[in-house]
């Protein structure tokens, strides 16, 4: 060795603290060498005990802290040194550093015995207040930790020295325990590489079991999907036919009330038209009379032309008589003084008051029969338009109707738009599924990377406990054998394990073809009800073709009542002409009437002139009285053309004065004919004298005058007759005028209705074509999903059937894996209860080695005494046999044979652990003591004896150790 025994000692403290184990497992492999080598180890401990520094001894009370720290410090960096060079030592053995940190870690085998390392002492905080007590404790604990650990040093350097010097003196062993540990280790490798294979070959097989298991899980997942797609589209379906067969229930009841309330249109448009045909069957008889009453006008305006031109004749004449009765009024005035007449005057103003009075009572009753006639023209009036009103509330009816029908094809439209929406939806509802199949079958994935990965961890943790089992194999061939039977107990547990996946495949497999079954089953269901589904599209088909066809009727009808409506304007135009016309007549009826009046005024006049002038011819004064009944009936005449209209009112209280006022001037009238008849008196006398000489001359133009009067008096009868019937057939046209106006009315308020009616009709035809096209489109869309589906189904059904087999399969792998599952956790528990017995029995070994190791360190103590005592005893035996050598060096060959002799005993002694070897080594040790030293022998032999039963309990200790971790591998 390059360093010497006393610098490597003080650089192995280090180590004491990190390579219990290590040394301990060397001790164990060559503890059979060690008792072979001990009279070395003794004979080379002089030497050792030389180099190496004295024992510190304990602490006086004396001492203070930083004294003791200080030497502590010092005696632990003289440790440090020894310790680096016991590693060098150790590594110079083929102990390398990395082998001494690994088993020196609290978590490796082994390493729980080691020594914990020294805390450094926290001088600030022990020396406080109330702290001397604790700073003796902690330096007496110290010191107890120094002298335990240099006696540990001391062991392993006699360690250290007995296996350089088994290496120096027998190197053949070694070589050959090499060879053993290399075969050993070769063997170990072999059997270790084959229990990888195996490994390996059943992880194989368990990822094959674990894909397949996740495969058929994910088939039977997507199986159960798939079913209950179909179960949704199943009930989707019958819910769809449901509505359709609701749908068609509902069309079915509203084509009859549309067919109905055709029906009711139909007789109520006949009904119009028969009215309508009536209204113009009495048109054309209106139209029939108006042209005889303008026949009977013409005639009537060609006689009032003659009467005009008679009339202009006859106020020539009446010029010419105004003249004469100037002439009379100034007879007259000759004649006021005649008083005969005074009498028959005033009776005949008094007749004639009378004919007024009556004139009157006849106006009077005229105007009441005008006012029932009036009452009479209301009540035709009231129920022209009760008329009106029914004809309203039948348009009312309709236009419910019509506002019905919009809104029944406004709801269709909503259901089919509702429809439309259900079918996007269930699109929708699809693709949802199908997206969320796909995310499912990613999870699958990633749950079988993740489980991949769990078995790449699985296989590493295998992999490091493999590393273990290797070290640990290497470490003791017993533990070898425990693992190839735990590896042999494995291949047979995964070999189960094989055996129950492979049956749970089988059972997947009876699972798909079960699933295969009922999926047809479930095709050939869908195949069944898609019939009749197709039945109820085709006969909804048919009833949107009826519906088409009832809206071309619709579409014809009212394109009959366009021209109906056309022909109606038109005869609205012409009952305009007819209304025209009806105006115009009563127009020319009011002036004929009012010509009439004139022409009657002018006959009565003329009548009364004749009167006068017969009168004149009888009597002069009844020329007085005519001019005077002339003035009287001009007045009243003018006061009557001038208020026509005035007869309605006569009732009324303003009326009343108005007769008044009239009797006044009446009164005013009577004074003024007074005045008059004595100017007529007057003019009497002058009229006698003229009469006779004008009598003649008149005569003829009296007969002139007469026949132009019966003429007249004719003709004014026929008109009056004329104008009589003019007047009913006007009053008559006015009602019907008013009827046909009422009746105009509501033919226009019909085709408003009806135009309205045929905007709407249209409106919704082109709706319901929109909705047919629509109808026709989700048809085709249907039927192409309808066929997609199928091929859908029919891939489903080879999926079916592969995602059965996997089903199977998977299934047989799960109760494989579960029955792996409960058997591991049968063996973990076995093995956890045995643990539990293990780890009692441990800490009850625990506390014995306790307390042995306490004895130990104790012993230890007594030991580093005794070896101090020997270290004394040595130096002073080595000075006085310097001494003796020096004194006796002429006796130098008889000593060296004897020491020759002793090393020549030390090869022949066998190389056992017996107690008999160890006795007789003894007994030869004490026999070298005795030449040595005899009066230290009985205290050499008590030290030598501590010793041995030091290494006896260390042994112990290993050995114990040993079946610790025998009993923690299995």
């Not at 194989?204 to 999907?225: G, V």
């Amino acid at each position: 060795m390059g360093t010497s025994p006393a610098g490597s000692a003080a650089a192995r403290f280090r180590i004491i603290m990190y390579v219990p184990v290590t040394v301990s497992c060397q001790k164990s492999r060559v503890g059979y060498i060690l008792t072979a080598l001990e009279f070395t180890i003794l004979a080379l401990s002089f030497r050792l005990v030389e180099m190496s520094r004295s024992v510190i001894r304990p602490l006086s009370i004396g001492a203070t802290a930083p004294e003791s720290l200080s030497v502590l410090q010092q005696r632990l960096l003289v440790a440090e040194e020894q310790t680096e060079e016991l590693v060098r030592d150790m590594g110079t053995l083929g102990v390398s550093r990395e082998q001494l940190r690994i088993s020196n870690h609290p978590q490796s085998p082994g390493g729980g015995l080691g020594m914990r390392p020294l805390s450094p002492v926290r001088v600030q905080q022990v020396l406080g207040a109330g702290g001397e007590g604790t700073l003796w404790q902690q330096c007496e604990a110290l010191v107890g930790r120094v002298c335990r650990l240099e006696s540990l040093i001391h062991t392993v350097k006699l360690t250290l020295f007995r296996l350089e010097t088994e290496r120096e003196l027998n190197p053949s062993h070694i070589v050959r325990l090499q060879e053993q540990l290399a075969a050993v280790q070769e063997q170990c490798e072999e059997e270790q590489r084959s229990s990888q294979r195996e490994v390996m070959r059943l992880r194989e097989q368990l990822e094959t079991a674990c894909q397949e298991r996740e495969e058929a899980r994910q088939e039977a997942h997507t199986l159960r999907q798939q079913l209950d797609h179909s179960n949704r589209s199943k009930v989707d379906v019958a819910v769809a036919a449901e509505e359709l067969k609701m749908v068609k229930d509902q069309m079915s009841q509203r084509l009859q009330q549309v067919r109905e309330e055709l029906e009711e249109e139909k007789t109520s448009r006949l009904e119009a038209e028969q009215s309508h045909s009536a209204l113009l069957q009495r048109v054309e008889e209106m139209e029939g009379v108006v042209e005889r009453e303008r026949e009977q006008v013409k005639l009537l305006q060609a006689d009032s032309h003659a009467l005009r031109a008679d009339g202009q004749e006859t106020r020539a004449e009446l010029q010419e008589k105004e003249e004469l009765t100037g002439r009379l009024q100034k007879e007259c005035e000759q004649l006021r003084d005649q008083s005969e007449g005074k009498d028959t005057l005033i009776s005949e103003l008094s007749t004639e008051l009378m004919s007024v009075r009556v004139a009157l009572q006849k106006q009077q009753q005229e105007n009441c029969r005008l006012v029932k006639d009036g009452e009479e023209l209301r009540t035709v009036a009231d129920k022209v338009q009760a008329l009106n009103y029914q004809l309203e509330a039948q348009c009312s009816d309709l236009s419910s109707a019509l506002r019905s029908l919009t809104t029944e094809n406004a709801r269709l439209q909503t259901t089919l738009q509702m429809e439309q929406e259900r079918v996007a939806e269930r699109l929708k509802d699809q693709d949802l599924l199908l997206d969320a199949a796909k995310r499912n079958i990613q999870a699958e994935l990633q749950g079988a990377l993740s489980d991949r990965l769990l078995l790449k961890k699985e296989l590493d943790t295998l992999r490091a406990d493999h590393s273990k089992l290797q070290q640990s194999s290497a470490a003791a061939l017993d533990t070898a054998a425990a693992h190839q039977d735990l590896l042999d107990r494995t291949i047979e547990r995964l070999r189960g394990e094989v055996s129950s996946a492979a049956a749970e495949r089988e059972n997947l497999q009876r699972e798909r073809d079960e699933a295969k079954t009922e999926m047809s089953v479930l095709v050939s269901n869908l195949e069944k009800e898609r019939i009749p589904l197709e039945s109820q599209i085709s006969d909804l088909q048919v009833e949107l073709c009826e519906m088409s066809s009832t809206l071309q009727n619709v579409e014809e009808e009212n394109r009959g009542l366009r021209g109906r409506l056309a022909a109606v304007q038109h005869q609205q135009y012409s009952q305009q002409q007819v209304e025209q016309m009806l105006r115009e007549l009563m127009d020319s009826r009011n002036k004929l009437t009012y010509e009439k009046g004139n022409l009657q005024i002018e006959v009565q006049q003329l009548r009364e002139e004749l009167q006068v002038q017969g009168a004149e011819h009888k009597k002069h004064q009844t020329n007085s009285l005519l001019g005077s009944k002339y003035t009287q009936d001009a007045v009243l005449q003018e006061a009557l053309d001038a208020h026509p209209l005035d007869s309605r009112k006569l009732s009324t209280p303003s009326t009343m004065d108005k007769l008044n006022k009239r009797e006044a001037e009446l009164l005013e009238a009577r004074a003024e004919i007074v005045r008059l008849v004595e100017e007529m008196d007057t003019m009497k006398l002058q009229l006698r004298k003229d009469r006779h000489c004008r009598g003649r001359s008149a005569q003829p133009d009296v007969a002139k005058l007469k026949t132009a009067l019966e003429e007249t008096s004719a003709r004014s009868g026929d008109l009056s007759r004329a104008n009589r019937e003019l007047g009913e057939k006007v009053s008559e046209l006015e009602k019907l005028v008013s009827y046909q106006k009422s009746r105009i009315k509501a033919q226009k308020a019909q085709l408003k209705q009806h135009m309205d009616n045929r905007a709407a009709l249209s409106g919704s035809q082109t709706l319901k074509e929109a909705e047919i096209q629509s109808l026709e489109l989700s048809k085709s869309e249907y039927e192409r999903k309808c066929y997609e589906q199928s091929q859908s189904l029919l891939q489903m059904r080879s999926e079916m059937a592969k995602l059965q087999a996997e089903l199977q399969s998977l299934s047989s792998i799960q109760q494989g894996e579960l029955q792996a599952e409960r058997s591991l956790t049968q063996t973990l528990q076995e093995k956890c209860q045995s643990l539990e017995k293990c780890v009692e029995r441990l800490r009850e070994e625990r506390d014995e080695t306790d307390l042995k190791m306490r004895a130990v360190s104790q012993d230890s103590l007594q030991i580093a005494e005794n070896l101090q005592e020997a270290h004394c005893w040595f130096r002073s035996k080595f000075s006085s046999l310097n001494s003796e050598t020096e004194q006796n060096c002429a006796e130098p060959e008889d000593h060296p044979k004897s020491t020759a002799n002793s090393i020549d005993s030390i090869p022949a002694s066998p190389a056992a652990v017996d107690t008999d070897r160890m006795s007789s080594n003894r007994t030869s040790y004490s026999s070298v003591l005795m030449c040595v030293a005899e009066p230290e022998l009985e205290r050499w032999a008590s030290t030598l004896q501590r010793w041995e039963t030091k290494k006896e309990l260390a042994r112990i200790a290993s050995g114990y150790k040993q079946t610790g971790r025998a009993h923690s591998l299995t």
